[in-house]
């Protein structure tokens, strides 16, 4: 069956340090992976996308990664603070048409 | 420009009744997908559609129908309410097709079935 797995449902950490955040997926063949930020009450906020084709993207603090082979995408969030708490959701598309889907989500709170 | 509007944000429904949700997308944008979100099952695809034609729909049971305006306003409407409808319905819109483009999700509709 299909699956997208967060590593965990929760994730808290120091200010400062490097916040990773992992994204495993069975039976998809992706040909984007996007990673979306959600606050409590709001809609996802789109973060970074990745092709299938690049191995790592990079915007300000944030990187992410794409391993097609072991079918896993990390997202690093560097001197994190106390505002990047929040829900972080990858989602994979295989069509390219708009239709995402979702793992689960992993709630990041960075502890001042 | 104005992000994404979906109206209402939150509805109040009974068992058997039908609700229709508002999606109002970005000036410009022409693909609108709609997701429910559950605390069980999380962010599900519904439907997508672009330039008034579905052209993707999730495995969702045929109560749940949408469609969209020749403005790219879009509505979805969910028949026959059931307890497990309880959700939170958010509505993307994206510029660019059929290629994926960046995703701008709206604020959701909250919406409850007693």
């Known amino acids: 069956s299909q699956k997208i797995e967060q590593n965990s449902e929760a994730l808290n950490i120091q200010e400062g340090k490097t916040a990773t955040l992992t994204c495993n997926y069975t039976?998809?063949?992706?040909?984007?992976l996007q990673w979306y930020r959600q606050d409590p009450g709001r809609g996802p906020v789109f973060l970074l996308l990745?092709?299938?084709?690049?191995k790592e993207k990079r915007k300000e603090r944030l990187k992410v990664t794409f391993d097609t082979t072991l079918k896993q995408s990390l997202f690093h969030i560097t001197a994190s603070q106390p505002a990047d708490s929040a829900t972080y959701l990858c989602?994979?598309?295989?069509?390219?048409?708009?239709?995402?889907?979702f793992g689960t989500g992993t709630r990041l709170t960075v502890i001042p | 420009k104005a992000g994404v509007t979906q109206t209402p944000r939150y509805l109040i429904k009974t068992r058997g009744q039908q609700v229709t949700l508002s999606c109002s997308p970005i000036?410009?944008?022409?693909?609108v997908s709609w997701y429910q979100q559950t605390p069980g099952q999380g962010l599900q695809f519904l439907f997508e559609?672009?330039?008034?034609?579905?052209?993707n729909k999730g495995n969702f049971p045929g109560r749940f129908s949408g469609r969209q305006f020749s403005n790219s306003r879009s509505e979805m409407n969910v028949s026959t309410l059931e307890l497990g409808d309880s959700a939170l319905y958010l509505c993307a819109s994206s510029s660019l097709a059929p290629v994926t483009d960046t995703q701008y999700f709206g604020p959701g509709t909250r919406l409850t079935v007693l």
């Open positions: 990745i092709r299938e084709n690049e």
């Open positions: 559609y672009f330039s008034e034609t579905q052209r």
């Open positions: 000036s410009g944008h022409r693909s």
């Open positions: 039976n998809y063949s992706p040909a984007y």
């Open positions: 989602a994979l598309d295989q069509t390219g048409a708009n239709n995402l889907f």
